[in-house]
């Protein structure tokens, strides 16, 4: 899924392509990702977009007439820039937007269909989107720290939970976690103020230098290649391969659809977390500690 420093890659790039131009048509191609009746979605045609921004993961057009449209990418959907009337994607194009300069394509790889449009009228439309997380990058560390400890989680899950903390997803947490050298299941309230402070400059660090990178890629195109698993990641989907800080084998686990990425050596002292699938299988067999693994 697309999280903060993707999104703000995405506006970077479609700030000068799509700003001050209008919509000159608009297309559903798929029934399922239109959410909304009302405003009537052709309404947006002859339009002009007059800003841009973020809500969370999602992505907000200002048109004229107080019209927003919302998109959400979910896990799979993308967001792709064609020269006017140029092909698009078959079956993976849900929605397309014909501009003066070009073709902005929704698409969204595989069966399952989550990424979402909605066009909603004035502001207070848009207040049902905003979750109520905070942007770690514009809080104090106080700040920081209340609301992570606001409740009781796993950093994981709390890193993750779109009400606390905004635009920080599977991917991000992963490294974030890593850089600061905690484990993905400790939990928020028992952490003590050092390993709060370190979380929280590892926070800000790695989606800065996220953000930096992504947003120096947009400025030379659009960005093509928006994925959750990048080259110069740590940990997140780098399953048994070395950690670049200690050269253990990076480790995971795996829950429904999703997995945590984290270097035992690094992160937990050593010991392996319980991984739901395989310490099931394995029972008293499932290794507790890196040498017990490497033995």
Same mark, same amino acid.
């Given at each position: 899924?697309?999280?903060?420093?993707?999104?703000?890659?995405?506006?970077?790039?479609?700030?000068?392509?799509?700003?001050?131009?209008?919509?000159?048509?608009?297309?559903?191609?798929?029934?399922?990702?239109?959410?909304?009746?009302?405003?009537?979605?052709?309404?947006?045609?002859?339009?002009?977009?007059?800003?841009?921004?973020?809500?969370?993961?999602?992505?907000?057009?200002?048109?004229?007439?107080?019209?927003?449209?919302?998109?959400?990418?979910?896990i799979a959907g993308r967001l792709r820039w064609r020269a006017r009337d140029g092909k698009l994607f078959?079956?993976?194009?849900?929605?397309?937007?014909?501009?003066?300069?070009?073709?902005?394509?929704?698409?969204?790889?595989?069966?399952?269909?989550?990424?979402?449009?909605?066009?909603?009228?004035?502001?207070?439309?848009?207040?049902?989107?905003?979750?109520?997380?905070?942007?770690?990058?514009?809080?104090?560390?106080?700040?920081?720290?209340?609301?992570?400890?606001?409740?009781?989680?796993?950093?994981?899950?709390?890193?993750?939970?779109?009400?606390?903390?905004?635009?920080?997803?599977?991917?991000?947490?992963?490294?974030?976690?890593?850089?600061?050298?905690?484990?993905?299941?400790?939990?928020? /309230?028992? #952490?003590? +103020?050092? !390993?709060? =402070? %370190? @979380?929280?400059?590892?926070?800000?660090?790695?989606?800065? *230098?996220?953000?930096?990178?992504?947003?120096?890629?947009?400025?030379?195109?659009?960005?093509?290649?928006?994925?959750?698993?990048?080259?110069?990641?740590?940990?997140?989907?780098?399953?048994?391969?070395?950690?670049?800080?200690?050269?253990?084998?990076?480790?995971?686990?795996?829950?429904?659809?999703?997995?945590?990425?984290?270097?035992?050596?690094?992160?937990?002292?050593? /010991?392996? #977390?319980? +991984?739901? !699938?395989? =310490? %099931? @299988?394995?029972?008293?067999?499932?290794?507790?500690?890196? *040498?017990?693994?490497?033995?």
């Amino acid at each position: 899924m697309p999280e903060l420093p993707d999104i703000l890659a995405y506006l970077e790039a479609l700030g000068p392509r799509v700003v001050g131009r209008p919509i000159e048509r608009a297309r559903v191609l798929s029934p399922f990702v239109l959410r909304t009746v009302e405003p009537p979605f052709p309404e947006i045609e002859g339009k002009s977009v007059r800003g841009l921004r973020r809500l969370g993961k999602r992505i907000v057009f200002e048109l004229d007439d107080e019209l927003y449209l919302v998109i959400h990418l979910m896990i799979a959907g993308r967001l792709r820039w064609r020269a006017r009337d140029g092909k698009l994607f078959g079956r993976m194009t849900l929605a397309a937007f014909d501009f003066p300069d070009g073709t902005l394509a929704l698409t969204e790889a595989g069966t399952r269909r989550r990424a979402s449009i909605h066009l909603v009228r004035g502001e207070a439309a848009l207040e049902p989107f905003r979750r109520g997380g905070l942007n770690v990058l514009e809080i104090t560390e106080a700040q920081f720290a209340e609301r992570l400890r606001s409740e009781s989680h796993t950093l994981k899950r709390a890193l993750t939970d779109p009400r606390l903390f905004d635009g920080i997803g599977n991917a991000y947490s992963d490294e974030i976690l890593h850089h600061a050298r905690l484990s993905p299941l400790q939990l928020t /309230r028992r #952490l003590d +103020d050092d !390993a709060v =402070s %370190r @979380l929280f400059v590892s926070a800000q660090a790695t989606l800065r *230098e996220w953000i930096d990178r992504l947003g120096a890629e947009a400025r030379n195109g659009f960005p093509e290649k928006v994925t959750a698993f990048r080259d110069g990641m740590a940990v997140h989907g780098r399953f048994k391969q070395p950690c670049p800080v200690c050269g253990a084998p990076v480790q995971r686990i795996r829950y429904a659809d999703n997995e945590t990425n984290y270097c035992a050596r690094c992160q937990t002292g050593g /010991r392996l #977390l319980a +991984d739901r !699938a395989m =310490s %099931r @299988l394995l029972k008293e067999d499932w290794p507790r500690t890196l *040498e017990e693994l490497e033995a």
